[in-house]
């Protein structure tokens, strides 16, 4: 499972989202909306799209191999 840092209308977001289910179709990605949350506002508000996965984050820019190497590792 990812969890992918977003917010309603990040474009960028949805690449993010395309790329992980290039990789991996069947990934399981929760989003989570940054809005909600001054604390995560905080920490991920200039950053997004950002992945989280086993306590590894991945932040925005990134691309296939990058994606591909965030999900092996």
């Known amino acids: 499972m990812v969890v ?3 917010t309603v209308g990040c474009h ?3 690449q993010a989202r ?3 289910l290039m990789v991996n ?3 399981e990605i929760t989003a989570v909306d940054v809005a909600e949350d001054d604390a995560l506002i905080a920490r991920y508000g200039e950053r997004i799209p950002v992945l989280s996965r ?3 984050e991945l932040a925005w820019p990134f691309g296939l191999l990058e994606v ?3 999900l092996q590792g």
């Open 4 to 6: 992918l840092y977003t």
């Open 12 to 14: 960028l977001c949805d």
């Open 18 to 20: 395309e790329l992980l």
């Open 25 to 27: 179709p069947s990934l």
């Open 54 to 56: 086993e306590g590894k």
């Open 68 to 70: 591909q190497a965030f």
